[in-house]
């Protein structure tokens, strides 16, 4: 009897400690995971593979930006934000969109306590695809989708977009998706 109680409090344990056990830490040991884990990781691994778009004068930047493509489609992204603090600036990039590519997704959004942002964006070619502005009245969101059939080519090639802020207060984000 004193034998299987000894057994049974050490069984006990060891179901206590997987209890216990962090599943993403016990994930990386035995290399399993959950499926919301891997659907993370997958998510994860689009964005760490070489970028599609080539980003250009990013240099002259201090904008917070994310950029990534997945090999198996032609997707990529490309994030641009900023918070500003009463600055004001014009600062002006490019990026291009390969042959290929099927939807654009852009989105623009700001909020501005004082002074003004401005977002332009600019089809390959200089013609004007988006100028908005931001102030102190609202808080912007805005997003368009553009379907590419396969003989419309205006939207490859080298894309620009202009950003502008006045005695700014406040933030603004731009997100350009390809897929």
Do not use: C
């Amino acid at each position: 009897m004193i034998m299987k109680k000894k057994e049974f409090i050490a069984l006990v344990l060891v179901f206590g400690v997987f209890l216990i056990i962090d599943t993403p830490l016990l994930a990386q040991s035995t290399g399993s995971s959950s499926s919301r884990e891997s659907h993370r990781e997958a998510r994860s691994a689009r964005v760490m593979v070489a970028p599609e778009i080539e980003i250009r004068d990013i240099q002259d930047f201090d904008y917070q930006y994310i950029s990534g493509s997945s090999s198996s489609e032609k997707n990529s992204k490309l994030s641009l934000s900023k918070h500003y603090d009463g600055q004001t600036t014009s600062k002006k990039g490019t990026f291009s969109v390969e042959e290929g590519v099927r939807k654009i997704r852009l989105s623009i959004s700001g909020d501005v306590r004082s002074g003004e942002i401005g977002v332009e964006v600019y089809l390959p070619g200089e013609e004007e695809l988006i100028n908005l502005s931001f102030d102190d009245s609202a808080e912007v969101s805005w997003s368009q989708s553009i379907n590419i059939s396969d003989d419309d080519t205006r939207y490859f090639g080298k894309w620009t977009y202009v950003i502008t802020a006045e005695k700014a207060e406040g933030a603004y984000k731009l997100t350009l998706t390809t897929y």
